[in-house]
């Protein structure tokens, strides 16, 4: 049982299921969009997050990141870690058809699948070595004019090639560039950055 600090925010309570097999964390479900109008619960979300931290972890889908983004402009910034799952396509076991999108959500996903999206946030994994809660980031950053320079924003075909590296990097296609600009800088090293979008243009 893998024990973190922060809540970790989920759509719904088969996401939340899943997790609690595998977490030992404050766990609170959005209902959906239910949370749009629902401001004793975004009261509470913006209490755990200034206490503890919240980690928004919705399914890759759009449905997902309108509650993502929503999330991203309720709370402060430096409070809200962001955990992103993999497109992954399929069927979870209790439904009768896929998704809208044909994806699997939080439900559906491996374990290993769910630690490694929180270990990549950099949730703070307790009663662990520093060095195990999260990869530590340092040296420079990936900016807006790296993306641009690398072909991944201002061209005619840097949609494509955004697509291209977020699949590369296990990430959704949902992403906005100004979302997919902070998960580079969470995920990896600028190095990193410059080593996937040099092959890209091989």
Known sequence: MLKIREAIVVEGRYDKNKLSQMVDAVIVETSGFAVFKDGERLSLLRALAEKRGIIVLTD????????????????????????????????????????KEGKLGVEGMRPEVLEEALRRAGATFEDTKPCETSRVRSGRAVTKTD?????????????????????????????????????????CTFEEFEAATAEESD
């Open 60 to 99: 890759a889908d759009g449905a997902g990141f309108v509650i993502r983004n929503y999330l991203r402009g309720a709370i402060p910034a430096g409070q809200v870690k962001h955990a992103y799952i993999p497109d992954i396509y399929g069927k979870e076991r209790r439904k009768r058809a896929p998704g």
């Open 147 to 187: 993306l641009f320079l690398a072909g991944l924003s201002g061209g005619p075909d840097s949609a494509a090639r955004r697509q291209a590296l977020l699949k590369k990097l296990g990430l959704p296609e949902h992403m906005t560039t100004n979302a997919m600009l902070e998960a580079l800088n969470v995920f």
